[in-house]
């Protein structure tokens, strides 16, 4: 008998979460040497990461007033319907269905089922089929967790967020403590100007700015916060700040145990600080990494199958897709089209 919407179920702890969750994936395992090699020195790839932050720090507060101003979920889609119109709307809302975002599932699923089976098979490579089977699975799951509860979906991101912060401060303690032990060397003439070429810096920021994205996701779900006028501005700013500080950090950690050489030479950062830290956890890697993959899984089903239900809302996608399940107060047509 009561009227059937989508509760205000993401308070500012969960919408932290989906924030630390959308932004710390595997960039900062993997982009560390995109910006040491187009920035040329230690002391300007540092000054890069910085950069990137402030960058994505103004755009996420834009964003949060966009969030205050336009009251309405969906994230991009609807910000551009609300400036530029219907047609520039519609067709972003096709390019995103139809090719960025299964694309983007399918890489972040694979890397996810890749991760989960490296530790059975290794040192072989794992199967192709067992691969997809259980990145299918993994992703299965996911959705079927979105379909179910919205708090569970995000009580899930909340505990993967923990994780992620988690395998970041096992990278920062150890280097933090080599650096209190007084090994500086790696340090000395950070900032060699001879090394820098400005022609390149573009491609430092691209590789560092890739490693930030995911501050505009409390937009995608702006109607199911609860107090969004204070939480938006409050989860973004600290969220931002903490993601900033824990980069900076592990980049230091990252120059302090392996220096620039070994930065450039390794394919994955992470994997290799870990064999120079502490080879004994060296089978915990694959597992934060799968454990990564599979909260950005959970936060992009999480958040597109909004920006899904209110373009139905708006007239620019089939009906059925605004409709919620009645018990469960998830939109639940749009999640199983994802």
């Known amino acids: 008998e009561e009227a059937v919407f989508l509760r205000k179920k993401i308070t500012l702890l969960r919408a932290f979460s989906l924030l630390i ?6 960039g900062i395992f993997i982009s560390p040497k995109g910006v040491l090699k187009n920035s040329g020195s230690v002391g300007f790839s540092l000054v890069v990461w910085f950069a990137c932050g402030i960058l994505s720090m103004f755009g996420a507060l834009c964003y949060a007033e966009l969030g205050t101003r336009i009251t309405k979920s969906g994230g991009h889609y609807i910000y551009i319907l609300e400036t530029l119109g219907p047609l520039p709307s519609f067709l972003f809302l096709w390019a995103e269905f139809f090719a960025i975002r299964p694309a983007n599932s399918a890489v972040v699923s694979l890397a996810f089922g890749r991760y989960m089976l490296e530790p059975f098979f290794a040192p072989c490579a794992a199967p192709v089929p067992a691969v997809k089977l259980v990145s299918l699975l993994g992703y299965y799951m996911v959705l079927t967790l979105n379909s179910w509860s919205v708090t569970w979906s995000a009580r899930l991101q909340t505990a993967l967020s923990i994780v992620k912060l988690l395998a970041l401060a096992l990278i920062i303690v150890p280097g933090m403590m080599l650096l209190a032990q007084g090994h500086t060397e790696n340090f000395q003439d950070a900032f ?65 145990v392996l220096g620039m050489q070994d930065v450039l030479a390794s394919s994955a950062v992470a994997v290799s600080f870990v064999q120079r830290a502490f080879k004994s956890l060296i089978s915990v890697v694959p597992v934060l990494v799968a454990l990564s993959c599979f909260g950005t899984m959970n936060g992009g089903i999480f958040t597109f199958s909004r920006t899904l239900f209110v373009a139905s809302r708006e007239g620019q996608w089939p009906p059925l897709f605004s409709m919620i399940h009645i018990r469960r107060h998830t939109p639940l047509p749009a999640v199983m089209l994802m």
């Not at 969750?21 to 595997?26: E, L």
Request: aromatic share 14%.
């Open 192 to 256: 060699n100007r001879q090394s820098l070429v400005l022609d390149k810096l573009p491609l430092a920021f691209y590789a560092g700015m890739f490693a930030y994205s995911g501050w505009f996701q409390t937009s995608f779900v702006r109607e199911e916060l609860v107090r969004p006028e204070r939480n938006i501005p409050l989860a973004v700013i600290v969220s931002v700040i903490t993601v900033i500080v824990g980069y900076m950090l592990t980049n230091v950690s990252y120059y302090t």
């Open 21 to 26: 969750g959308s932004m710390v994936g595997s």
